[in-house]
């Protein structure tokens, strides 16, 4: 059973509740990764779908839509050099713009995530500093 549009959720749990079994397991796996990886994130809803955020500053999200579910790394200049370095592992998922795309039975492997998240906290931190904040 496909994703549908729905009302926006009001949380995390919220929005996850509102999807077919398969998409949620996978989500709350994801979520699960991202958490541990990311110690000190908060979740909101942005976009309508699930963010974490890290000191303020957007770090990633997920999604689901139609048959597929998403993780966003949210860093445009991020998905080129990920596209370059992480061929091999991203073989057999659909990457567009700062999105990758995979089915709730094709996961995306959880050492990726981490690494992912990682980087990710590493380009926020370096933004913050150019920034001054």
Known sequence: MPATKSARAESVDGYLAALPEDMRAALERLRKIIKA???GTTEVISY????FKLQGHLLVGFGAAGNRCSFYVMSSSMIPKLALARAG???GYVVRG???HFSPDKPLPAALV?????ERIAE???LARKRGS
């Not at 981490?114 to 990682?118: A, N």
């Open 37 to 39: 990886a990311a110690p």
């Open 48 to 51: 309508r779908v699930p963010i």
């Open 89 to 91: 592992e991203l073989k």
């Open 98 to 100: 700062a999105t990758i």
């Open 114 to 118: 981490r690494e992912l998240v990682k």
């Open 124 to 126: 926020n931190e370096k």
